[in-house]
């Protein structure tokens, strides 16, 4: 089985822009979670998508948005990029909403300069 | 809200030593508690968990048991080896099960030389 694949690994972008930072779920899983990791912090929950429905949000701004499609691959788009969004993106795939068992992507490195 | 705590790091040891990272938490309800490890150029991986108090979870060597009365999780393991050289995140639940959240701590990075 494949498993999570995070796409582009690395990108800069300058203060304003707009990024879209994509994700393939592992196969067979219907839930995808988006988690940020800035630089010596543990990650910190975004939202999660279950079945292309937002299925809990964590404390970011509305310009943290999400989709998931039907195949059940995901984006994550940032609007109006500030410095403090440099980090880690991380995305996670499960089984089904409440299952615990998180399978990680190796990340997206955004440099917001 | 719910929040976990760990030990101020980083840890360096050397190799068949014994480790115990701390690991507290503050949570509403009764969430499952969780250790990943996050290898350097790698995202993170489940190493073990507990769904319940008392229980403990095992992998690898390593072990952590859920105290409900101390409300820790800590990780310990007997003898470590160089390729646990990693970073390790404690991380609990969302304790009412609506969704896959999980809460982590800032995370730990453990070198462990030869």
């Known amino acids: 089985e494949t498993g999570v694949t995070q796409s582009p690994t690395h990108l800069i972008k300058t203060r304003g822009q707009q990024v879209t930072l994509r994700c393939s779920s592992q196969s067979g899983h219907n839930t995808v979670s988006w988690y940020q990791q800035a630089l010596g912090q543990g990650p910190q929950f975004i939202f999660q998508y279950y079945r292309e429905e937002e299925n809990g949000r964590g404390n970011f701004p509305p310009r943290f948005s999400g989709l998931q499609f039907p195949n059940y691959s995901s984006e994550l788009n940032v609007n109006a990029l500030e410095l403090d969004d440099s980090a880690l993106y991380l995305c996670a795939s499960s089984l089904s909403r409440g299952q615990e068992k998180l399978f990680f992507g190796s990340g997206t490195q955004l440099s917001v300069l | 809200g719910d929040s976990v705590t760990q030990m101020e790091g980083p840890v360096t040891l050397s190799e068949e030593a014994f480790l115990t990272i701390n690991c507290t938490y503050t949570?509403?309800?009764?969430?499952?508690l969780f250790w990943y490890v996050q290898y350097p150029g790698e995202g993170l991986q489940l190493l073990l968990k507990?769904?319940?108090?008392?229980d403990k979870g095992s992998n690898k060597g390593f072990e952590a048991t859920y105290r409900k009365e101390t409300t820790s999780f800590h990780l310990e393991k007997g003898s470590v080896q160089v390729s646990d050289s990693a970073v390790y995140f404690c991380a609990l639940s969302d304790p009412t099960g609506a969704n896959s959240k999980l809460t982590f701590g800032k995370g730990i990075t453990l070198s462990v030389r030869p």
């Open positions: 507990a769904t319940k108090a008392d």
């Open positions: 949570a509403t309800g009764y969430p499952s």
